[in-house]
């Protein structure tokens, strides 16, 4: 089972890392990722949704508070997933403040059914831990405890930087959402 919010992330960034390495800063526009299925369980206290695709393979879909319409969704109804993402990747000037922000909205779509778009601007500042050239790979570390590290498939990108560089990582998601109701 995958956990749609842990694959975009990774997804992202490992974007990030690309873009960070390739320039003092920089745009990336992501891929639109489609998630189909039929709810197969829903956990109403956690706020997460079990889907089953058209393979028989589950993901986990977490839905936000904001979601007012959470309580109509049930079992067997075909849910469509649309995520796109755009991330932007600062090398940062020694002296800056670090900055962590995390900004969301929830626009519901009209009509009955469940549905809508969830948009959310994350900004972080990480620092680099370390750098391993032989995998290659990258470690980050950020605030409140966050860690990621990541394969790289450039090693001449690892040139670029060194341990101990801060970056700004803004990345900006928007989750288009929409119950189509029924049995697939």
């Not at 649309?82 to 000037?93: A, E, F, G, Q, T």
């Not at 690892?158 to 801060?166: P, T, W």
């Amino acid at each position: 089972m995958r956990r749609v919010s842990s694959l975009l992330m990774a997804a992202v960034l490992l974007l990030s890392l690309v873009s960070v390495l390739g320039a003092q800063s920089k745009t990336l526009t992501g891929d639109m990722t489609v998630v189909k299925g039929t709810v197969e369980a829903i956990d109403h206290e956690k706020r997460v949704l079990t889907l089953k695709d058209s393979k028989g393979e589950f993901t986990t879909v977490d839905v936000p508070e904001g979601a007012k319409r959470f309580p109509q969704i049930k079992i067997g109804d075909a849910i469509s997933i649309r995520y796109y993402d755009n991330v932007i990747v600062r090398l940062k000037p020694a002296g800056e403040p670090d900055v962590d922000s995390d900004k969301a909205a929830i626009t519901p779509a009209a009509g009955e059914k469940p549905a809508g778009t969830i948009a959310k601007q994350r900004v972080i500042t990480a620092t680099i831990q370390e750098i391993d050239r032989s995998i290659p790979s990258i470690t980050f570390v950020g605030p409140n405890g966050w860690k990621y590290s990541r394969r790289v498939t450039d090693k001449k990108a690892l040139e670029k930087v060194k341990v101990g560089d801060r970056v700004d990582i803004t990345w900006t998601t928007a989750v288009l959402f929409d119950v189509e109701g029924g049995k697939k």
